[in-house]
């Protein structure tokens, strides 16, 4: 039996979908299974998830019709037998044949139920870009809270593939299918928030992330926003059902900062000059309502207040001139 299971959605990614999984088969820990969920491919990516299948017996292979990366990765889930899950995209890879032992290793070394680590950002020809800078030495070779693993190792960074989990903390916890923009954040806010967990984080780059201009999280979609302002309830909902003080207050922190970060996008180019419509289809001033009865209680600063406090028209209008008039909001 398998003592990990890895989920890999895979949709039209021929170019790098060979590169991925001999990463993952050739990874010295062998009590593996690879579940490739092949999302109603249209090129040649179907046929590789094939072939690799019939090489190797621990690779299983699902074709399903197109739906979309999280009804993929529920899939992957409900079919997976391992004690242990993880999430790859197909375009990326990892960064040697040990990460799987090394992260197995640590998990196992402190009882853990989950498990962060890093990645490395590189282009679609695999060369590195500016990669963040991680000062996290002090939460590294210890057990940690939610809310220290919430604050401190995954800081704002909520990406799916970044975390070996216990697959029995899941219980019904799945990916919002109707979610694919920010669907990790709301993913992992509900694991976090449904019970006191043993969480861990392992401060080495053991994933190579590829970023693709092609990508959904590089595309501009109106219903990528709409998916980013419903995070602001989300957080707050999951923060009601939460016993710990400190994780509670940062939840309601995340639901009101999740409304001035994304209303700084929609300040950007391409949504600035649609504001209004956008506004109204997403029903933005019934939201900003509830954003203002969570404000004090989220502890949020002026220097995002005088951004959020406003109507959400004026509000978009004062981050779209910020930068020109950076000296006044310092």
């Known amino acids: 039996m398998p003592t990990i299971s ?13 590169t991925c999984l001999d990463s993952i088969v050739n990874q010295t820990y062998i009590e593996k299974e690879i579940i490739l969920v092949n999302d109603g491919s249209s090129d040649d990516s179907g046929a590789i998830c094939d072939e690799y299948s019939s090489r190797y017996p ?6 399903k019709t197109n739906n979309g990366p999280s009804a993929a990765r529920n899939l992957g889930i ?34 853990l139920d989950i498990v962060r680590f890093e990645y490395l950002a590189v282009n679609e020809q695999l060369e590195p870009l500016s990669s963040s800078i991680y000062d996290k030495k002090g939460i590294s070779d210890c ?32 990916f919002k299918e109707d979610k694919n923009f920010l669907e990790d954040c709301d993913f992992y806010c509900r694991i976090f928030a449904s019970a006191p967990l043993r969480c861990g984080y392992l401060n080495e780059r053991l994933y190579i992330y590829r970023k693709r201009k092609s990508s959904i999280t ?14 602001c309830d989300v957080f707050y909902e999951a923060s009601i059902k939460i016993l710990d003080e400190n994780l509670k207050r940062l ?8 409304y001035y970060w994304t209303l700084q996008t929609l300040a950007a180019q391409p949504y600035f ?41 004026i509000g978009v209008r004062l981050l779209h001139i910020k930068d020109k008039f950076r000296s006044w909001f310092a």
Do not use: Q
């Open 273 to 313: 000059f649609k504001r209004i419509s956008i506004i109204k289809e997403l029903r933005l001033d019934a939201l900003h309502a509830r954003i203002l009865d969570r404000i004090d209680e989220a502890g949020v600063k002026n220097k995002y207040r005088i951004f959020i406090m406003p109507v959400p028209d």
């Open 6 to 18: 890895i989920i890999i959605p895979v949709y039209n990614v021929e170019t790098f979908l060979r």
């Open 218 to 231: 590089a595309t501009y979609k109106i219903k990528n926003l709409k998916d980013a302002f419903e995070l």
């Open 58 to 63: 621990f690779v299983k292979v699902i074709h």
């Open 78 to 111: 409900e079919v997976a037998t391992g004690k242990w899950i993880i999430f790859v995209d197909a375009d990326d890879l990892w960064a040697d044949n040990r990460c799987l032992e090394k992260l197995y290793a640590y998990a196992v070394s402190f009882n």
């Open 251 to 258: 939840y309601i922190y995340y639901s009101v900062m999740m």
């Open 143 to 174: 057990i940690l809270d939610n809310y220290s693993m919430v604050k401190y190792a995954i800081a704002s960074e909520w990406f799916t593939v970044l975390f070996l989990i216990r697959r029995d903390i899941l219980s019904d916890i799945r």
